[in-house]
């Protein structure tokens, strides 16, 4: 065998192909136009190899986390319409995935994902790993709820100093920060689910329930016959609300103020 055969890493070379290719004869001329047309291929795989780390810089994505509930709700499919125009003129695509609403505040602030819509300006007081986008992106109204033909309520202090059974959606921010500041802790009930909640006050179990207008009206308009007799007692509070991303993406906030606002102008986030 030749020196040039006999060096190590050709030698190693040369073995393995012909444990790859048994009967193949592999002398010193082939094993060199081998080592030739694998050379030739070296500017491809390199040039691929690039386009690829290029591409995995360039692909930003950013994952929003959305309330199970509102899964199937037409005001909140164009809400996730346009943010997904807003992160795409930004240069991200934006994904979103579904949770129960706690959930979904405990995975922003730990930064397990990326940010939260439409929540209350100072949602950030309590969550404080996370920075609003300074451009409201939808109003959203509260109201009590109950089947008592004798209460009117307007505003969070109609509730104060009233002997009241309060029930309310769990892990809904505002509603517990409100309600917390105007009735007594063995006054208030949280709860996991609207159905559940509104067929307590038919039950004699509760006076009220605090919801967001719409998706209590929608619920009521969908169970009428099961809910027949509940109705809306008085608006509590109605506010804009806003885009908050965990403090990692802090640098993207501007660029998406200035993209939103742009299309605030064109008619979206109305």
């Keep these: ?4 055969i006999r060096s190590g890493s050709l030698f190693w070379l040369k073995s393995t192909l012909e444990i790859l ?3 193949l004869i592999i002398n010193d001329g082939c094993l060199m136009r081998i080592i030739r047309i694998l050379f030739s291929f070296l ?3 390199f040039s691929l190899l690039y386009v690829s780390s290029v591409s995995a810089d360039d692909h930003r994505v950013i994952v929003l ?4 509930e509102v899964a199937k709700d037409r005001e909140h499919l164009s809400l996730i319409d ?5 992160f795409d003129r930004a240069g991200y695509e934006m994904r979103h995935e579904y949770y129960p609403e706690a959930r979904c505040r405990r995975l922003a602030d730990s930064g397990e994902i990326d940010g939260l819509p439409s929540r209350v300006r100072d949602f950030n007081s309590a969550y404080t790993n996370l920075v609003r986008v300074n451009i409201p992106v939808d109003v959203k109204e509260f109201a009590a709820y109950t089947n008592r033909t004798d209460l009117t309520l307007e505003g969070w202090d109609s509730l104060a100093g009233r002997d009241l059974r309060i029930i309310y959606l769990n892990g809904v921010f505002i509603v517990e920060k409100r309600l ?3 009735v007594a802790p063995s006054q208030l009930t949280a709860v996991g689910r609207r159905i559940p909640a509104m067929k307590m006050l038919l039950a004699g179990r509760a006076d009220i329930f605090i919801d967001i207008t719409h998706l209590a009206d929608l619920a009521l ?3 009428d016959k099961v809910l027949s007799g509940i109705r ?3 608006t509590m509070e109605r506010d804009e609300h806003f885009l908050f991303l965990h403090k990692k993406h802090s640098a993207l906030v501007p660029e998406l103020e200035k993209v939103m606002n742009e299309m605030k102008t064109e008619g979206y986030f109305q």
């Design 21 to 23: 290719l048994p009967g």
């Design 232 to 234: 809306k007692a008085g």
């Design 221 to 223: 308009s969908r169970n």
């Design 180 to 182: 917390s500041e105007s």
């Design 82 to 86: 346009e943010l997904h125009e807003a």
């Design 1 to 4: 065998m030749s020196r040039f």
């Design 43 to 45: 500017p491809l795989l």
């Design 65 to 68: 986390a959305y309330p199970e």
